[in-house]
């Protein structure tokens, strides 16, 4: 082929080319890309943790690199290890201690407050926490909710590595998390997932007040990891990692978080007060099956389903029935039992909500005002709740009909401890106490009040509705 073929088969081809980049543009219309650019993040600091403030909402960076919020989170992740005594020992005057369990913590705040797994540490008399810089601290316990599997640990000094806290209302679903711990005591573990589900209930943990509304992710976790942070790209903590579904005893896909938003709430009432104050409906909720949706006409299969309301609650006082259909609370949709506990659970006694119902097929609204279980809106200590349980009962506010009926004010025992001074009394639960060392009681706090000024000799005097006269009950307070 001579030089001038060559020459005109090139040319031909670029040519060729042009014409053909050409059409393509003028018949395929081209996709705009749209970098969007990251504004700065508002944080929580401790002290919005004490002022209650929430950051706002923004979605975490891209996952160009974990690097960057793996470095940040590490230092402030520590290794638990609880201690209880083993049982006598007839050689020694001091009783030998046994490792009982170990675990993940994080540290919140500079000056030590350390927020890990209610099961990490309970049962131990003793904990130890190791930083991942290999300095070591005894711990103290400052609470602990078995309700969220959460408690409060701190460690005597200053300028510790904290994490800052993000929020847990705005991690969606398909967003990167990574998860840091120690895993069978390997220190500063990282791995990394997306955030699966939102609000999952898995049914592990007990009593009437549990609230499961976990978040879902395929970070790696095992055995060493509870109480471990769970952050955004960020390298913000979005989550306390909590439990795993498993049938080998070790990862098979899915672990489970409590959500940061819920875990400040609980951190602060235990810092405190000593004991978490949980806002209460005053109602028993079930999830809408498709039968409800469609006995009810429901639009969808959605809402939390009120079963039973509690008298002289705050669902009573704000008129709710049995049967409505809860589907919002301050805005926020409550589409699932789980939803709602997360909300709720995040509230006090004596908060007021805004709660959107469906009845009837009418949408309506009303404003309630939280109790606790005992029927107050006043917060209770630790202090006073130790009091009441340590005489040997649960007392509550009378409900506005048992107030009709019985026409005297008081408060109502609910139970009675086993071997407890109370109980020596022969006192039967529904006893309504309407003095104390002949000062009447008329609320909770009037008579916790008037509990903890008196000592020695306590009698009580008050009636029962049933049951004609007077009764009186004398004990000894220790």
């Given at each position: 082929m001579t030089t001038r073929q060559i020459a005109f088969t090139i040319l031909c081809s670029l040519l060729s080319s042009l014409v053909a980049v050409g059409l393509y543009r003028w018949l395929v219309p081209q996709q705009q890309v749209i970098i969007r650019e990251s504004a700065e993040a508002r944080y929580?600091?401790?002290?919005?943790?004490?002022?209650?403030?929430?950051?706002?909402?923004?979605?975490?960076?891209?996952?160009?690199?974990?690097?960057?919020?793996?470095?940040?989170?590490?230092?402030?992740?520590?290794?638990?290890?609880?201690?209880?005594?083993?049982?006598?020992?007839?050689?020694?005057?001091?009783?030998?201690?046994?490792?009982?369990?170990?675990?993940?913590?994080?540290?919140?705040s500079a000056d030590g407050y350390i927020v890990t797994n209610n099961h990490v540490v309970e049962g131990g008399q003793r904990f130890e926490v190791t930083l991942s810089d290999k300095r070591e601290y005894s711990a103290e316990i400052i609470?602990?909710?078995?309700?969220?599997?959460?408690?409060?640990?701190?460690?005597?000094?200053?300028?510790?590595?904290?994490?800052?806290?993000?929020?847990?209302?705005?991690?969606?679903?398909?967003?990167?998390?990574?998860?840091?711990?120690?895993?069978?005591?390997?220190?500063?573990?990282?791995?990394?997932?997306?955030?699966?589900?939102?609000?999952?209930?898995?049914?592990?943990?007990?009593?009437?007040?549990?609230?499961?509304?976990?978040?879902?992710?395929?970070?790696?976790?095992?055995?060493?990891?509870?109480?471990?942070?769970?952050?955004?790209?960020?390298?913000?903590?979005?989550?306390?990692?909590?439990?795993?579904?498993?049938?080998?005893?070790?990862?098979?896909?899915?672990?489970?978080?409590?959500?940061?938003?819920?875990?400040?709430?609980?951190?602060?009432?235990?810092?405190?007060?000593?004991?978490?104050?949980?806002?209460?409906?005053?109602?028993?909720?079930?999830?809408?099956?498709?039968?409800?949706?469609?006995e009810k006409n429901l639009p969808a299969v959605a809402g939390v389903l009120i079963s039973r309301i509690t008298d002289d609650s705050g669902a009573e006082n704000a008129g709710l029935e049995v049967g409505?259909?809860?589907?919002?609370?301050?805005?926020?949709?409550?589409?699932?039992?789980?939803?709602?506990?997360?909300?709720?659970?995040?509230l006090r006694p004596g908060d007021q909500i805004q709660l959107k119902y469906l009845r009837d097929g009418q949408e309506k609204e009303v404003k309630i005002v939280l109790k606790n279980k005992l029927n107050s809106t006043s917060p209770l200590s630790s202090r006073e709740e130790q009091l009441l349980h340590q005489l040997g009962f649960e007392l509550r506010n009378l409900s506005r009909e048992e107030r009709k009926r019985v026409d005297t004010d008081g408060v109502k025992v609910m139970s009675i401890f086993r071997d407890s001074e109370v109980e020596s009394t022969n006192m039967e639960p529904g006893f309504i106490i309407t003095s104390i060392n002949k000062r009447s009681v008329s609320d909770l706090n009037d008579a916790i009040r008037l509990l903890k000024r008196s000592s020695g000799k306590i009698v009580l005097s008050g009636v029962y509705e049933n049951y004609e006269g007077e009764y009186f009950y004398t004990f000894e307070k220790p």
């Open positions: 929580a600091s401790q002290q919005d943790l004490i002022n209650g403030i929430r950051p706002r909402t923004f979605v975490s960076s891209s996952p160009t690199s974990f690097t960057e919020a793996a470095n940040a989170i590490t230092p402030a992740v520590v290794f638990i290890r609880s201690y209880q005594s083993s049982g006598n020992n007839f050689l020694r005057r001091s009783r030998p201690e046994t490792s009982s369990s170990t675990g993940s913590g994080v540290i919140i609470g602990t909710d078995p309700s969220t599997d959460l408690a409060l640990l701190r460690i005597e000094d200053a300028n510790l590595p904290s994490i800052e806290l993000g929020n847990s209302d705005s991690l969606l679903v398909g967003e990167w998390v990574l998860a840091v711990g120690n895993p069978f005591n390997l220190e500063s573990t990282v791995t990394a997932g997306i955030v699966s589900a939102k609000g999952r209930n898995i049914d592990i943990l007990d009593g009437q007040d549990r609230i499961e509304s976990f978040i879902q992710t395929d970070a790696v976790v095992n055995p060493g990891n509870s109480g471990g942070a769970l952050v955004n790209t960020n390298g913000e903590l979005v989550g306390i990692n909590t439990a795993i579904i498993t049938r080998s005893g070790g990862y098979e896909g899915y672990s489970f978080a409590v959500p940061v938003n819920l875990v400040a709430k609980i951190v602060k009432d235990l810092r405190d007060y000593g004991t978490v104050q949980r806002g209460l409906l005053g109602a028993f909720i079930t999830e809408v099956t498709a039968a409800v949706a469609e409505d259909v809860i589907i919002g609370i301050n805005g926020a949709e409550t589409l699932t039992v789980p939803s709602l506990q997360e909300i709720l659970g995040q």
